[in-house]
Structure formats: C-alpha cells, structure tokens
C-alpha cells in the first residue's frame, strides 16, 4: 500500500465567493495574502478568498456523509482519491428531550399556580362549587368537586373548588410528516454538515450512509427473525417486569412489588423501557435505604438490573433516515449535485482496502470513495475540523429557578420544605424531624420561629424581560479593544457560548471557552449559525 502523505488543506474562494478546488501550496498563499491579492475569510477551516478573476474550472469532488445521532463524520475527496476535507460535528441531540421536559416542568409548574390562585380567589369570593362530590385539594382542604367526561378523553377530569377550562383533547393535530423535535434537529445537522462543505469546496457528488438496526439482534446476536420481542404477551411493561422478578423487589428481593422505579431518572433523560424499570418494594424505594434516600443502594441499582438501553439511540437514527434521504436528495437536485446512498458494509469494505483507522471523519471520507476504482489514496489532511452544535435561543421564560432556604445564624440548615428528587441536603421536615428528636416541643417551636428563610427566586431569560440582544449563543464574534495609552489594538475571534446581562449595559459580557469572557461592547457578530467550527484535532494515518 502506498505510503499517506498529510498535508495542510488551505480553501480558495473566487472574487464572488464561489469555491475553487483546494491547494497544499501554503507558501504561494502566504504570497498572495503579503500582496493584498487575497484575504482570509474564516481560520477554521483556513479559507480565503482572491481578489482577482479567475476561471471557474475545478474538478469532481465527493463528499460523504457519515450519520450518527451524537457524532456525524464527514470528508471529501477528488477525482484521484485524494482526501480533501475531513470533519466532525457533535450534535448535542440528547439534550433536546433534557431540555423539553424541563420546559414541560415550568409550564406546568405555571398553570398549576394560576389555577391555585383561581381557587384561592374563588373560596375568597363565595363563588366555588356548592353542589358536588366530596374532596380533599393538594394543600389538605376540604372542599367540593366534580368530574365532568369530555368526548376525546379516556377518564374523566376532576375540576376541585372551580370548573375549569374545558380540555382541548381532540385539537391537537399533527401536520403530514411531522417527526419529533430530536429527530428534527438530527436531519437539521446532517443538513448543514452539507451545506458547510458546499461553502468552501466545490461539491459536485454527495454519498450519503444508510444505516438501519435490527433491535433484537443488537441484544441477542442469535435471535432467529421469527422469534417476537420480549413484551410479546405481556399486557403492559409492568407485568413483564412482575414475571422476570417473580414479583419480588429487585434490591431486597424478599419483599412484594408496590412501585417501579427509573433506573435512569426520565428527567435526565431516561425512557420508559423496561430496560430502565426496576420493580421496588416501599422501603427500598422510599425508605432510608431505598434508592431516594440512599446512594448506595442507588449506585447498586444499575449493576442488579444487568441490561443496555441502546433501543432508543438507534430507533431515533431509523426514523431520521428516510426523512434525512428526501432532504438531502432534494437539495442536490436544486443544488445540481448527484446524491447516492450506500450501506455500512461498503463503508467498511473501503476502510480496509485503503488500510483507513476507524473513526467518524475517516468513515465520511471512506463513504466518498464507494463505487470508485482508485487504487491508492495518496494525500490526507493532517487535522480534523471540529464543529459544535449550540442552541442559539430558549422558549422557556424561566432560565434558572432556586430552591428555599433556611438559615440558623448565618448557616444553612435546610432547602425546600420537602426533599426534591436527587436532593442530597436536608429538607426543613426533615431538619425539624431530627432537632425535635433532641429537644423539647417548646424548644423545637421557638427554632423553628428563629429560622430565617429566602424565599424562592426565579431567573428569567432576557426576552423575558423585554431585553435586546445582538448576540446568539453560537454566533462567532470579533473582539477589538482599543488600549489608547499603549496605541495597540487587541483583537481576538470567539464563539459565544454563554451571555451575561448586567443592569448597567456596559457591564454586559461575551462568554466563552466556558469560564473565560469579553465585554461586550467591545464585540461584533461576525457570522450567525448554530454550528460554528470550534477547533481542530491533529489526525495521525499511518
């Protein structure tokens, strides 16, 4: 096999932006930016552009797509084989569904106090329900209720002191070809991995890895395909997880099954496979060794439940596919690009009969070369150009919300009146359960009155408050202060990732590389996206 030759992969622009055909000659560009002939559009990857005509004449070039839910690899190659470009972009797609049941969480959160004060101002008013069944609210008042079916609904709503709004059940449709926010986004990034190529390379094939996962045999290798899967007869997941556990906790295993539990809580992401449910007794599960309470048993609880969740991740990725193929296809056509799919076996084929490492980029690059007869790759890029995905806005209103606090003498001694899930202090029932245990009623009664509580805040986003922002987490920004004692000019190009709102706007800042950040009104947007480059990664090929 012929020996790889790495190279620095320098990108030309014509005079009206359009792309050239790459060149290694770094030493000719560095002649060109002297003479003013050229100017440098982007460091990463280092593009620039020529300030004189030129003609349009440029070879084939393929690029390949390697589709991933996490990572998705791309690369390029010319007409000889020759490895052009090689990228990676982290899609950051598993906090899509983090960050929607925290938004699902504030906007309950809301309506539920919108609907107490409702309440409240109704027992105020003498206008609560007279004539009903009889109830018992959420803050232990009696009051009066009545359960009302609506056509759409499988169980009657209870509306308790007040009739509220009638349930909207039956008008909430879906439009033709709707997909899931996460798999929206997943086609979203794939996307613009293209169409970040097409900017700096003069695209003219796209091959595009199909990929499709058989569940079953990703758990068991020697399933025959008329086998069924394994809640086939079973009503619901709970009874499977009732007959593999011989209806016994899966902790204590003595003990008869009262909950189930998410091993992986669904607030960070867990599903409600069976994979992720354990079948616990009460005490294992809410006692002061149950795994709410201790972390012991919590740490033990993943390696008695002896599974891997994997079905989501690729039952994600089989469902972006198809629509992910009618995208992409559709935007070659308008772009007069060929678009081709090829399968992961001929990935692999290619991989090694050019003796490729494995690896996302390389995959991409390996996806380039199917259904072609070069005999040899001759040159590699040296690095891999790195991308990251950011969420440029957030439709919560709240960005942060704080818990309660109590204080004795300037300590803190509890948070929230009662424990929050994976809460590790003490709450106030908990801390005055303990102190009662060691002192008096009288005197348990006078501490409790000498607690000095802060109230629960909330930390809005800017929109909330009506604020205007010229920058979006993503956007690559140019720093430029003026040092008028010194006469220098210090000049920096980041990508924001975090931005700080202070009342005086001249104290606003530009984060980034997470701790470090600039004033500004010092900064100016220098391209909007959500997937800037951030880096690159030397690459070694044998």
Request: charged share 30%; aromatic share 8%.
């Amino acid at each position: 096999m012929k020996q790889k030759k790495q190279k620095t992969m320098v990108y030309i622009l014509n005079r009206k932006g359009k792309p050239l055909m790459p060149t290694t000659r770094c030493g000719h560009v560095r002649k060109l930016l002297d003479a003013k002939l050229a100017v440098v559009v982007k460091k990463n990857p280092f593009t620039i552009r020529l300030k004189y005509d030129t003609p349009d004449v440029v070879q084939d070039v393929f690029a390949g797509i390697d589709s991933g839910r996490e990572n998705i690899g791309s690369g390029a190659s010319d007409k000889d084989g020759n490895c052009l470009y090689l990228g990676e972009l982290k899609t950051g797609n598993k906090s899509i569904k983090l960050k929607m049941t925290e938004r699902a969480g504030f906007r309950r959160e809301r309506r539920r106090h919108d609907r107490q004060n409702k309440q409240r101002k109704a027992r105020h008013d003498g206008t609560e329900i007279k004539n009903g069944q009889d109830s018992v609210c959420r803050s232990k008042i009696e009051c009066k209720s009545v359960a009302i079916s609506y056509p759409a609904a499988d169980e009657a709503v209870e509306h308790k002191i007040i009739r509220g709004k009638e349930g909207k059940f039956a008008n909430r449709k879906r439009p033709d070809g709707w997909i899931t926010p996460s798999a929206r986004q997943l086609v979203q990034m794939h996307m613009n991995t293209l169409k970040g190529m097409c900017k700096i390379l003069p695209i003219s094939h796209v091959t595009l890895e199909r990929v499709a996962f058989d569940f079953q045999k990703l758990e068991n290798e020697d399933i025959n395909d008329w086998n069924h899967g394994r809640l086939y007869g079973y009503e619901t997941a709970h009874d499977y997880i009732d007959d593999v556990q011989g209806g016994k906790c899966l902790v204590c295993g003595k003990n008869k099954i009262e909950c189930y539990h998410h091993i992986v809580p669904r607030h960070k992401g867990g599903s409600d496979k069976v994979s992720n449910m354990a079948g616990l007794c009460w005490d294992c599960h809410y006692g002061p060794m149950g795994v709410h309470n201790c972390q012991e048993t919590q740490d033990r609880l993943p390696k008695l439940k002896d599974e891997v969740n994997r079905s989501y991740k690729v039952s994600l990725l089989n469902s972006v596919i198809p629509v992910l193929i009618e995208e992409m296809s559709a935007y070659c056509e308008q772009k007069g690009i060929r678009f081709s799919v090829c399968e992961g076996h001929q990935t692999a084929e290619m991989r090694v009969m050019y003796d490729l490492p494995k690896d996302h980029c390389i995959d991409g690059y390996a996806i380039s070369l199917v259904g072609r007869d070069n005999l040899s790759v001759g040159i590699m890029p040296d690095r891999v150009h790195s991308q990251q995905r950011y969420k440029k806005k957030s439709n919560n209103n709240i960005q942060k919300r704080n818990r309660r606090e109590y204080y004795f003498d300037d300590k803190l001694v509890a948070i929230g009146r009662h424990k929050a899930t994976d809460q590790k202090t003490d709450s106030l029932e908990e801390y005055m359960a303990a102190y009662a245990e060691t002192h008096t009623e009288t005197e348990t009664a006078e501490h409790f009155r000498a607690l000095v509580v802060k109230p629960a805040r909330r930390t809005y986003t800017f929109h909330k408050e009506g604020r205007i922002c010229r920058f979006h987490i993503g956007d690559t920004v140019r720093y430029e202060k003026k040092n008028k004692i010194k006469g220098n000019t210090k000049v920096d190009t980041i990508v924001c990732d975090g931005i700080y709102f202070a009342k005086d706007e001249n104290e606003a800042k530009v984060e980034h590389d997470g701790t470090k950040s600039k004033k500004m009104k010092f900064c100016r947007v220098l391209e909007a996206g959500c997937t800037p480059y951030v880096g690159y990664r030397k690459i070694k090929i044998a």
